[in-house]
């Protein structure tokens, strides 16, 4: 991991048009973007052109960016989100015929998966999104809150107000054992 | 939250946590062309690309359906293999009342079963625009129903409307079992003798479970709207649905296979399927898995009744007979919604259409929504 003097001095050469630099700040940065847009538009191809297009806004953005900037982080991945929303509108349904039931990716996840996994993605999934994307952040890609919250566009309070919320609407969903018959 | 948790709720990401095919970092930086402008993001863009899209999948589906999709061999387990055939026509174009993340919506559903990828999901013209409805005592709803011909969300599951649509039944938090007009108008609590549970509401009344201490459903009753008048059909059992004349039990047998790991309060699952003629009070063991538990999806428009397998890896089954059963698919569809001949599915995240001819799985059609969040049927297409 570079520290923030490295990381500054990179960004001060990419605000000098030094396209190296900015790649090489962008770099561990894409895998989590990737990874943060496909959890909003669930296809990792779109999540790709998503970051890409973040990464161009990014690069055409540094001008704006505060002197003070260390930390990329929040800020590319708040414009990731923000792409990864307007694809999310832009786009309704797609189809897939079932022919071959092991077409779709999702489906060979879904087989794999144990039914546990099954049931708390079920939990998981019944969250509203702004509460899902928060619990991935912070717990996925392990953002502090007030990192969290920055790319959500909330405050570290308002985060953790939220958090709890999302835990909340988790917990009562599932249980360890059965009710006995 | 502690490790076993957070360890958990990754789970729950496991897809995501997986990471983009290898070579993303190569592919996004190095197709990186500094000099063009950001995209524009403006609703003719979204329509274009969303027409092409469709063209292409309207292509795409039609090529499929000229050669015919095959199939991979099923795994050996008794259980008999579904047809192998090409799409069947089907009557659509239709508007699908959907209920994602706790919200109403349409989504058009178009020739050959596909969703129209050009038309974003409409927001209805609901009876409850400031949100999501609630019940008449305040609470929120867990599931919705769009009733067509008031054009109406109803803040109820589909089985708990009258056959007729105009009106539905719940129990409140004491367990009060109320009826309440769809056009929302009157309001009743019919029945406060026990802490009930809906199971379906059907022309002859209302079919509901007694829930004990426990919060375990048990027995079976039908109670009169009109009078609330509750009689007893079945002393005990866990009755998970009731359709047509026939209602499902799921039982266990001794020694009974392992829970699954977690379960929703007051879920039921069993190894047993049980089918219950309520004309002649005859039950009929239907399907028995030995070694695993089973949750009851639904009833498909034949009135087979369709159960999930918990095992991983999931499957959907549809039990036709005594000891006749289908693979119908793969995966852990949790909800069905019967609909002419034709019998929508959802599981988390995904909507499907099951078309069956003769009595046999002739397509699954999986409709992905993209983005996540809950789905559920809400309704027939219109």
Known sequence: MRSHDADAQLIDRAREGDTAAFEALLLPLVRPGCQLAFSMVRDWVEAEDIVQEAALRAWRGLARLRPDTVNLRPWFLTIVANQARSARRRRSFSTIVMGDLTWHPKLAVAIEASDTALDLQRAVGRLRPKQRNLLFLHYCLDLPLDEAGAVLGISAVAAKSRLYRALRAIRPDLQLTEVTP | ?382
């Not at chain 2, 996004?28 to 092409?52: E, H, K, M, S, T």
């Open chain 2, 1 to 382: 939250m502690n490790d076993t948790d957070r360890d958990q709720l990754r789970q729950a990401f496991s897809i995501e946590l997986s990471g983009p095919p290898s070579g993303a970092e190569q592919r996004v930086l190095g197709g990186l062309d500094y000099g063009r402008q950001p995209r524009r993001q403006g609703l003719w863009f979204g329509v274009a690309a969303a027409g092409l899209a469709g063209l292409v999948i309207v292509t795409l589906l039609a090529s499929r359906a000229l050669v015919g999709g095959t199939r991979p061999p099923i795994p050996g387990s008794g259980l008999l293999p579904f047809a192998q055939s090409p799409i069947a026509a089907a009557p659509f174009p239709c508007r699908l009342p959907i209920e994602r993340n706790g919200v109403g919506m349409f989504t058009t559903v178009s020739s050959g079963a596909t969703a129209s990828p050009g038309v974003p999901l409409q927001e209805p013209a609901s009876s409850d625009p400031g949100g999501r409805p609630r019940l008449p005592d305040g609470e929120g709803a867990a599931r919705l129903t769009y009733q067509w011909e008031l054009r109406r969300w109803l803040p109820v599951a589909p089985e708990w409307v009258s056959p007729d649509g105009a009106s539905y039944a719940y129990s409140d938090r004491q367990g009060i079992l109320h009826v309440v007009s769809s056009a929302g108008t009157q309001e009743r609590a019919v029945n406060s003798d026990r802490t009930w549970a809906v199971v379906a509401f059907q022309a002859e009344g209302v079919y509901a479970a007694a829930v004990s201490a426990d919060t375990t459903p048990d027995g079976l009753w039908l109670i009169d709207p009109a009078t609330g008048r509750a009689r007893q059909l079945q002393a005990s059992g866990r009755w998970v649905g009731v359709r047509a004349g026939v209602a499902w039990e799921l039982t266990l047998t001794s020694p009974a296979p392992p829970l699954p790991q977690f379960s929703r309060p007051g879920e039921v699952t069993g190894n047993v399927l049980v089918r219950l003629d309520l004309q002649t009070g005859r039950t009929t063991p239907m399907y028995t898995s030995p070694s695993s538990r089973m949750r009851f999806v639904g009833v498909d428009a034949e009135e087979d009744a369709l159960v999930s397998d918990v095992r991983a890896p999931s499957a959907l089954l549809v039990v036709s007979g005594p000891g006749r059963v289908t693979i119908a698919a793969s995966g852990a569809w949790s909800s069905a919604l019967p609909d002419g001949d034709r019998t929508w599915l959802t599981d988390t995240q995904t909507l499907g259409v099951v078309l069956k001819q003769a009595g046999a799985v002739t397509t699954l059609i999986q409709v992905d929504p993209g983005a996540g969040g809950d789905i559920e049927v809400a309704g027939p297409c219109r």
